[in-house]
């Protein structure tokens, strides 16, 4: 049992028959025909004109700031971002891009009057602002579709494109109850995860309007992202989007169940009412040990990442039941 992350789900048997049967060719060439039929099928299907697969969420970010700022540019984020904390500065590194990082407001957006006054003016002086980013969800929190389309106002009055870090776009929208365009209609660019809930063993996919992905594929093969016969693992990630899109529904079933058990441990403060997806945190009194918790859980499999406040991460490899043995284990060792 794993709560460490999404990350850590296996592949479904599904997936490995597809990868067994995929039809594959060299896809640096174009010639893989199940990688392109994937970039059709998931540019139609989020709304935008073409799609790039890549080889994790991390690149997909990357090539997104770098297809949208150039050296000396400057992206906005949020200071929680993905993108700002641990992608190891590849935007500064590499894209020659500088983040200007925002702090969160307590819902995960960001404000668009700090966003403004962050705004650099057109001096020689400054970094040329040319980007916003924002990540859906955030810490497993939804951002809102008015906040979305009022990001779009913001950009569009300020002449900035709009990225999306959509590692997790899909528990958003089955928390909101939409379609994925409703979100990704806002977006000149967007990332999903197929690697992460949905369950692909490797991939994600960058989104874009096609002169924007053009470039993202040359700067993809500049970082050693192209890939050969990769069909293999666009046949799962093609079935990531199709058959697991409902198991996130009861990842955040389960979350709630988790939250609310949580809530009832001593030591433990946990508000459920605030948990909107699949992440679960919980902040802990400083009586808690909770490395030597951790510790003795993994020796029973059950594996938890030790940190204050405390992140539990559901999935479709763990279920009602191997939630409530957590509840139960947690709730024996905090009495011990
Ligand atoms: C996991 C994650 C990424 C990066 O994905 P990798 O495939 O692990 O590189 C980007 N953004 C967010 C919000 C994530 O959770």
Known sequence: MDFRSDTVTQPTQAMRDAIANAPVGDDVYGDDPTV???????????????????????????????????????????????????????????????????????????CFKK????????????????????ENTINGKVLPLEYLAQARQFVDKHGLKLHLDGARVYNAAVALGVDIKEIAQHFDTMTVCLSKGLGAPIGSLLLGDTVTINRARRIRKMLGGGMRQVGLLAAAGKLALTEQVAQLSVDHANAQILAQGLAKLNGFHVKPELVQTNIVFAKLDDAVDID??????????????????????????????????LLERLANKLND
């Open 36 to 110: 392109n039929e994937l970039e059709a099928w998931a540019a139609t299907t989020h709304g935008f004109e073409a799609a790039l697969f890549t080889s994790s969420g991390t690149q997909a970010n990357l090539l997104g700031l770098m297809s949208h700022c150039g050296r000396g540019d400057e992206y906005l984020c949020g200071q929680q971002a993905h993108n700002f904390r641990y992608e190891a500065g590849g935007a500064a590194v590499l894209g020659s891009i500088q983040p200007q990082p925002i702090m969160n407001e307590p819902d995960g957006t960001l």
């Open 115 to 134: 966003l403004e006054a962050a705004i650099k003016p057109d001096d020689f002086h400054c970094a040329q602002t040319k980007l916003l980013s924002l």
């Open 292 to 325: 030597a918790i951790c510790a003795d859980l993994e020796k029973e499999g059950i594996l938890v990442t030790p940190s204050n406040p405390i992140r539990f991460v559901t999935h479709k490899d763990v279920s009602a039941e191997d939630i409530a043995l």
